[in-house]
């Protein structure tokens, strides 16, 4: 049976290997671990190591700063929570979001319409439901 040589994959980066990574100098990481608390490295022997999760934090904070945000700007996109989307917020497309027609002004020929065109549409889905029962019952 062959031997299956693994990536050494360390629990501690030290960090000239993170300034490697991320192709910084440790002084720039050093001004991050004062604006960031949770980039706070782990002293072993007076040597600062990091942990993946720090690193990955790094790497996010990085991109963000090579894009153009401020160090409070990333702080913000990295940290702030996810907004979920109410029910109102939610987009619902239309051909005339804007359109409204005052009910007064409408003629009775215009009022009856929209219960000529409910039933119009309820044949058509009664016609396409028995179309696809049809499909499913030949198969």
Same mark, same amino acid.
Request: one cysteine or more; glycine letters at 2%.
């Given at each position: 049976?062959?031997?299956v040589n693994k990536k050494y994959d360390p629990l501690y980066l030290p960090l000239k290997e993170v300034c490697k990574i991320l192709n ?11 604006? @960031?608390?949770?980039? $706070? ?7 600062? @190591? ?25 702080? $913000?996109?990295? @940290? ?15 051909? @005339? ?23 119009y549409f309820k044949t058509l889905l009664k016609d396409l439901l028995k179309e696809l029962k049809d499909i499913y019952s030949s198969l």
């Amino acid at each position: 049976m062959k031997r299956v040589n693994k990536k050494y994959d360390p629990l501690y980066l030290p960090l000239k290997e993170v300034c490697k990574i991320l192709n910084v100098k440790p002084h720039i990481i050093d001004y991050w671990e004062k604006r @960031f608390p949770e980039i $706070k490295p782990y002293k072993i022997g007076k040597r600062n @190591f990091y942990k993946k999760e720090q690193l990955e934090l790094l790497l996010q904070l990085k991109k963000l700063l090579d894009e153009g945000y401020s160090l409070e700007g990333a702080r $913000k996109k990295i @940290f702030q929570p996810k907004r979920e989307i109410k029910k109102e917020e939610a987009y619902t497309p239309s051909l @005339f979001p804007n359109l409204e027609i005052p009910e007064g002004n409408l003629s009775k020929h215009h009022q009856d319409a929209p219960k000529k065109e409910e039933q119009y549409f309820k044949t058509l889905l009664k016609d396409l439901l028995k179309e696809l029962k049809d499909i499913y019952s030949s198969l």
